[in-house]
């Protein structure tokens, strides 16, 4: 079972509409929960970081929020625009540098 | 300020033979690992380095090699190419404050057949 999952795994949505992404974990303990940007044919970009004790992190229109009682956190985007299509990953900081990465979920934008 | 620069961006080997992935970073950043990346998977760790002359494997090392020898770069070896290591390689680098952003390459499309 992955330790790291996110729902849904694909998501189309118009622009200007608001979404949200899910991220369920079983990795426990952690010291920090991190959402990154993956462009098609680029690397993942940094968003959001939020150690175990933060509830949210804001980034422009990105806001994460974190549940540590239930093991989720969520991506919320407001008023998407066209350049938000991408695939966004949720990642954990076991210790150090070990990270858990999730699958990520496929954003799709349209005019 | 170039970042993480990785080489080559694509490349097609046949079964056997034997290449080396390049990866630069200009931020003196300490801590330099190496994933893959599979459809439906999320990035898995190869190998990694916590500083020059100091390196360790990740969750899928086989097939794999690397060195640091500076603390700017660090090289990934495929020593006899298999089809399953078809995927797409990214080299990140980050401080190694826990917090710190980890800051990716743009990655490497490698095809083997």
């Known amino acids: 079972k992955n330790q790291v999952e996110q729902s849904p795994q694909s998501l189309i949505i118009l622009e200007g509409k608001n979404c949200t992404l899910q991220?369920?974990?079983?990795?426990?303990?952690?010291?920090?929960l991190r959402w990154y940007k993956q462009d098609t044919g680029r690397g993942p970009v940094s968003l959001t970081i939020?150690?175990?004790?933060?509830n949210t992190k804001s980034n422009g229109r990105y806001t994460a929020t974190l549940d540590a009682d239930t093991k989720q956190s969520s991506l919320h985007i407001t008023a998407s625009q066209l350049s938000d299509s991408a695939s966004y990953i949720c990642?954990?900081?076991?210790?150090?540098?070990?990270?858990?990465f999730g699958p990520g979920t496929r954003l799709s934008v349209l005019p | 300020n170039a970042g993480v620069t990785q080489t080559p961006k694509f490349q097609v080997l046949k079964t056997g033979q034997s290449m080396t992935l390049q990866c630069a970073q200009d931020?003196?950043?300490?801590?330099m690992s190496w994933y893959r990346q599979d459809p439906g998977m999320g990035l898995r760790l190869i190998h990694y380095s916590v500083g020059a002359g100091i390196t360790d494997q990740g969750e899928v090392p086989n097939g794999y090699n690397v060195s640091r020898s500076t603390t700017e770069d660090f090289p990934l070896r495929l020593l006899s190419a298999a089809p399953s290591q078809t995927s797409v390689y990214f080299c990140a680098s980050s401080r190694g404050q826990p917090k710190n952003t980890i800051y990716f390459g743009e990655g490497s499309w490698l095809t083997v057949v």
């Open positions: 931020m003196n950043h300490e801590y």
């Open positions: 939020m150690t175990f004790s933060e």
């Open positions: 990642v954990l900081s076991r210790y150090g540098q070990n990270f858990v």
């Open positions: 991220c369920n974990y079983t990795v426990s303990p952690f010291s920090n």
